[in-house]
């Protein structure tokens, strides 16, 4: 069954693969891409109807946050709905589930993110007080004092100049070397599940 399941895992990837350089395997592609669509959106819904029973159960037993639980459900439960009836580009969909809702809870997440690195910047400074410490802290400050919101605007040498030098030449050189480790890292689990040294699918 193992070898089976290799065989099948081996062939789904050279057809896929196969489908970017032989335009006759393209039918092939999109028809097994269509199957891996399908398959991740059952797997969304299994996950979804987990997450349901997981808080419905905290809710049954009455545990100390079920109130939270039950927001959650009520609030996961109208916004599948809402998306499933009135498809997700409706208007009402966008202003109140997406503006509404999504983009705030969005911007406070990256608000959290600021006071959680500032707030580590700090214990940095105490636990480690060498060269990249001050460093680190000191690209946080720039960054930080570049984005801050004044009422005469933007600070005139840090908004201006220094935040998009670092935003737009450091960060970006280094989220595109991040990016590159990870599509060497995808190449590289991809050919050994195509060479069959790796089975997830089955075992080893």
Do not use: C
């Amino acid at each position: 069954m193992r070898i089976l399941a290799a065989i099948v895992a081996i062939a789904v990837g050279l057809l896929v693969l196969l489908g970017y350089f032989v335009p006759q395997a393209a039918v092939f592609q999109t028809l097994l891409l269509n199957w891996a669509i399908i398959f991740a959106a059952a797997a969304a819904l299994v996950g979804m109807f987990n997450l349901i029973n997981v808080h419905a159960e905290k809710i049954r037993k009455g545990d100390k946050n079920k109130l939270y639980s039950a927001v959650l459900i009520v609030g996961l439960i109208a916004a599948f709905l809402a998306a499933l009836i009135l498809k997700p580009q409706n208007a009402i969909v966008q202003t109140f589930l997406v503006n509404g809702i999504i983009v705030p809870v969005e911007a406070s997440l990256m608000a959290l993110l600021a006071i959680s690195l500032l707030y580590a910047a700090a214990r940095l400074l105490r636990r480690r007080a060498d060269l990249m410490s001050a460093v680190f802290v000191a690209v946080a400050a720039l960054l930080f004092l570049g984005s801050a919101t004044l009422p005469f605007g933007d600070m005139p040498l840090f908004g201006s100049l220094l935040r998009p030098y670092i935003s737009q030449v450091w960060a970006l050189g280094g989220a595109r070397g991040i990016l590159i480790g990870v599509g060497l890292g995808a190449l590289t689990a991809g050919l050994r599940v195509l060479l069959g040294v790796d089975r997830p699918y089955g075992g080893a």
